[in-house]
């Protein structure tokens, strides 16, 4: 939390007030407090920014982000910002019914400010009946000569109804938000999936003796611009995860793909 706030600018002391509100409902990580803490988790992360976005006051937090993350996707949309067209993604892809909060903690795992796949906006509508939320990401073509946003996807959770309520209000987060949450858990998704690797060597069938097992030397925490690197390797695998189809799998999320995003990317109301 410290680290994020240092990053974006934001509270610590309200960040630190919803987080301990969050954390005595048992919707974070349970465990000691400080230096000796648990490794925060994406779910951790997806719970401390519905904090943010969806309850006006501490205390309400809890309840707001249970309410607001179990909303089901209700639909997708894309659009592609170059050649500016709207197209329906591959539903097999974004299987409506999955709740934002797991699929806002498996964004958390795969996305990133330097990644192929970037988190683009969370917009959160405020409502006693008819609370809606939307999450948009993008995909981006990485290569040494720079980079292309080629798709946005936006993905709208509500409970299936055409009506809404005479007033609302809307919390917003922007990519910096996202991305440097994204950013900061990227050393302890690495160190939980080598983990879980090293567990499968070791229970499971024997491997190729030319086959490495990583070690892990990676540090619990890290700055947004420790995590940036794009190496080859890395986009060839991001590519293969386009769609968040298999995602889900270090933030215990379902499967998958803040300010208002850009009038290009602004995404549209349903309902």
Not at 12 to 22: E, F, Q
Not at 29 to 54: E, F, K, M, R, Y
Not at 106 to 127: I, N, P, Y
Request: aromatic fraction near 8%; charged fraction near 25%; proline fraction near 10%.
């Amino acid at each position: 939390m410290r680290d994020w706030c240092a990053a974006t600018g934001y509270s610590l002391p309200d960040m630190i007030g919803r987080g301990r509100a969050v954390r005595e409902a048992g919707l974070l990580t349970q465990g000691a407090l400080g230096i000796n803490a648990p490794p925060a988790t994406p779910l951790d992360g997806a719970v401390l920014l519905l904090a943010i976005t969806t309850s006006r006051t501490w205390k309400d937090a809890p309840a707001e982000v249970k309410r607001y993350g179990s909303l089901p996707l209700y639909k997708t949309t894309g659009n592609d910002p170059i050649t500016r067209t709207d197209f329906d993604p591959d539903p097999a892809q974004f299987p409506p019914g999955q709740p934002l909060l797991g699929m806002l903690a498996t964004a958390l795992e795969h996305c990133g400010s330097q990644r192929v796949e970037r988190l683009l906006a969370l917009k959160v509508d405020r409502s006693e009946a008819t609370p809606e939320a939307t999450l948009a990401f993008g995909l981006y073509e990485v290569t040494p000569a720079g980079e292309t946003h080629t798709k946005t996807f936006f993905l709208t959770f509500k409970q299936p109804t055409e009506w809404r309520d005479g007033y609302w209000e809307s919390g917003h987060l922007n990519a910096d938000f996202l991305n440097t949450m994204a950013d900061l858990l990227a050393p302890n998704v690495a160190a939980a999936n080598r983990a879980r690797m090293q567990s499968k060597h070791e229970t499971g069938p024997s491997v190729d003796a030319d086959e490495p097992i990583p070690s892990d030397e990676t540090p619990r925490g890290a700055n947004p611009e420790t995590t940036s690197s794009h190496p080859k390797a890395r986009r060839e695998r991001d590519k293969s995860q386009v769609g968040f189809e298999s995602y889900g799998n270090s933030s215990g999320g379902a499967p998958l793909p803040p300010t208002e995003p850009p009038d290009e990317v602004r995404p549209k109301r349903y309902g």
